[in-house]
């Protein structure tokens, strides 16, 4: 199966948004490329995908986000091509069975708490990346440990499909656990989602 010039090799990641696969580019780089189909998500699910995608996509890269390489729209639905995620197993990323993505929920999985210099730089980086979404006025409104990737090594906030403009930020989406109780109304409310992730970090245990 492909997506342009991608081939995808292996499925990482379902929701209700859209599948994930871990994909090859011709010239062999790898990548993952969400792929979200109209028909199987849902017209408001779909255009809520399409929206969070464009906007994230119109954002310069910068540390504490994953890049967005690509964004296609197309006859059936679109797909997005992102930087791919380190190997949670330590492998390599050219051989694609076995490979799964490492998230900040699976490094922490069991109660393990990173140490405290991990904590520091890990908090670091994910607030430079929410403060480029709110110098934007842009609302994550899903972030959490499962959301944290690690890419060469890095943290950076991924899954930006419920991405939406502070404008337009009332809404009930989000993960139970890490969402605010005026709901995700305003910047502080990603701040306060960002706060418990990194209190999951800390001290090994998610909400």
């Not at 119109?58 to 639905?77: K, N």
């Not at 502070?166 to 656990?177: C, I």
């Amino acid at each position: 199966m492909r997506c342009g010039a991608w081939r995808l090799d292996q499925e990482i990641g379902r929701g209700a948004y859209g599948v994930v696969y871990l994909a090859a580019g011709a010239g062999g780089e790898r990548a993952a490329v969400k792929v979200c189909r109209r028909d199987a998500v849902g017209n408001e699910r779909y255009e809520r995908e399409l929206r969070g995608a464009k906007l994230y996509r119109a954002i310069p890269p910068h540390e504490g986000l994953v890049r967005m390489r690509e964004l296609v729209e197309t006859e059936w639905g679109f797909y997005t091509a992102m930087d791919l995620a380190d190997d949670e197993f330590g492998g390599s990323q050219e051989a694609s069975s076995g490979y799964r993505p490492k998230t900040l929920a699976r490094v922490i999985e069991g109660e393990k708490a990173l140490p405290l210099k991990e904590s520091v730089s890990l908090a670091l980086s994910l607030a430079k990346g929410l403060d480029v979404l709110q110098r934007h006025h842009l609302l994550h409104r899903d972030i959490k440990p499962g959301n944290v990737l690690y890419v060469k090594g890095q943290p950076v906030l991924s899954d930006p499909g419920l991405l939406v403009e502070e404008s337009d930020a009332a809404s009930l989406v989000g993960t139970p656990g890490y969402v605010p109780p005026e709901r995700f109304t305003e910047a502080a409310s990603d701040i306060y989602s960002l706060g418990l992730t990194l209190k999951a970090a800390s001290f090994g245990r998610q909400v």
